[in-house]
């Protein structure tokens, strides 16, 4: 009996003694969970302020972005804007210009027409008025010799009216010429000029033939 008491009570001091060293290792495991949910609080409370600190920068970012993108939209639609109110501007100027230029090309057009105009009138007008002139001409040119000019120098009966090259082709004292009487007669290349007239090329050169003495009589024999 004794000896079963003695073993009780050596397995309930041994029961005791486990649940003390139990008791132990709970209260050491204990403060290691109280210094591993210390330290996870501290991590995760740093984590929050980073975590915190990171939302706040992106949030400013992102802020950032979208107030750059608002006043990118808004740049982008002022642009349009202008450019909208530039190619309004650039038709209205086009019309205006194009108006200003018809208007121009009309006037000038007018203009044109009565400068030709007032010059065909113009020509008509000095082809008429040489027309006369060289009628006129011609009439006076057929009454020289009786001019005072001629008679002064001449006989108009040694005159002989040619019209081309040269007006007329003068026997000076020819008329002089009788059976009974001699005379020196003189052969003179005349042309009749007004006004600011000259001598054309072909009289000219007759003019340098009569100078040089190349002058010569012909007579022709018909057979």
């Known amino acids: 009996m004794l000896s079963k008491l003695k073993l009780f009570f050596l397995s309930v001091y041994s029961y005791i003694s486990y649940l003390w060293s139990a008791k132990d290792k709970i209260q050491q495991l204990e403060r290691q969970h109280q210094s591993l949910l210390s330290e996870y609080r501290s991590t995760l409370n740093s984590h929050n302020i980073e975590t915190e600190r990171l939302r706040k920068e992106n949030l400013a970012e992102v ?9 990118l939209t808004s740049s982008v639609n002022n642009l349009k804007a202008k ?15 194009d108006s200003i230029v ?9 203009e044109m027409e009565r400068w030709k105009q007032e010059e065909l009138d113009k020509a008509l007008k000095e082809g008429n008025l040489r027309s006369r002139s060289i009628l006129r001409g011609k009439n006076a040119e057929q009454y020289v010799p009786f001019s005072e ?40 290349f005349c042309d009749v000029k007004t006004g600011k007239s000259q001598l054309n090329k072909v009289q000219r050169a007759i003019k340098a033939a009569v100078e040089a003495g190349r002058v010569r009589w012909k007579t022709l024999e018909l057979k």
Request: hydrophobic share 40%.
């Open 102 to 110: 018809e208007k121009k090309i009309t006037a000038l057009s007018l």
């Open 63 to 71: 802020t950032k972005a979208w107030q750059f993108k608002e006043d």
């Open 149 to 188: 000019s001629f008679l002064a120098e001449f006989c108009p009966s040694d005159a002989k009216f040619i019209g081309a090259p040269i007006d007329y082709l003068i026997f000076k004292n020819a008329s002089k010429v009788t059976d009974k009487e001699e005379a020196e007669v003189e052969l003179v």
């Open 83 to 97: 450019l909208l109110q530039l190619e309004q501007e650039k038709s209205k100027l086009q019309k205006e210009a």
